[in-house]
């Protein structure tokens, strides 16, 4: 089992520049998720969908969107990117949202220049 | 804001001391979780406590939950040199949110 694959690992843009972070698990899970995690701060939830068709906004939504048309995948898009967004970002899934070990990527590096 | 904020920020121990950190919390919950994060990797889940349960062990894991403290620590026992990592409470809020909320971690270092 691959489990939660994340693509790109590395990422420079410039600003203004979208792009979209690949997030794919091969669990079957409902629940995915999208955080990012920055110095002192922890993680962010970003958004969060428990289906396919269906997403939600967490902590931190500004400047991100995002789809789900499968159960197996969850992309999230930077739609112009600010320095602001620079970060290490997080893809994550579990069978359901409530009271299930969640299993995370292993990480996007993203750069905004 | 940050549901969890861990306490200390960062621990430093030697080799077979053991290692507490703490987690406070602000709303109810329906489960609290563990995670641990090696430098440069993902999160790796480490044990779930239920609302209703007051203490968990796994190996040498042992995490208490307070509701009516709103806390939860964890205590890792006969620490090792590869328990260095970060780790991170995070809440499951009662009600259907469907979201759980991190902590901001404490960065433990267990020098050899």
């Known amino acids: 089992n691959a489990g939660v694959t994340q693509t790109p690992k590395f990422q420079v843009l410039k600003t203004g520049q979208s792009m979209t972070l690949q997030c794919a698990q091969d669990m079957n899970h409902e629940y995915m998720s999208w955080y990012r995690q920055d110095p002192g701060m922890g993680l962010r939830l970003i958004h969060y969908s428990v289906g396919a068709g269906i997403t939600d906004q967490g902590e931190v939504p500004n400047g991100y969107n995002v789809s789900r048309s499968t159960t197996e995948d969850f992309p999230l898009r930077l739609l112009s990117a600010a320095p602001s967004q620079t970060s290490v970002y997080f893809c994550?899934?579990?069978?359901?949202?409530?009271?299930?070990?969640?299993?995370f990527g292993e990480g996007s590096w993203l750069t905004v220049v | 804001s940050q549901q969890g904020e861990e306490d200390p920020q960062a621990l430093s121990i030697q080799e077979g001391e053991n290692a507490t950190m703490n987690c406070s919390y602000k709303?109810?919950?329906?489960?609290l979780q563990w995670y641990r994060q090696n430098s440069g990797r993902g999160l790796v889940h480490l044990i779930l406590i239920r609302s209703n349960e007051r203490e968990k062990h796994s190996g040498r894991l042992r995490v208490t939950l307070d509701t009516s403290k709103k806390s939860s620590s964890l205590l890792i026992t006969a620490s090792r040199a590869a328990d260095t990592a970060s780790y991170f409470c995070?809440?499951?809020?009662?009600?259907?949110?469907?979201?759980?909320?991190f902590g901001t971690g404490t960065l433990l270092a267990v020098q050899p």
């Open positions: 994550a899934s579990s069978p359901e949202a409530s009271g299930n070990t969640i299993y």
């Open positions: 995070a809440t499951d809020e009662s009600g259907a949110t469907n979201k759980l909320i």
């Open positions: 709303t109810s919950i329906n489960n």
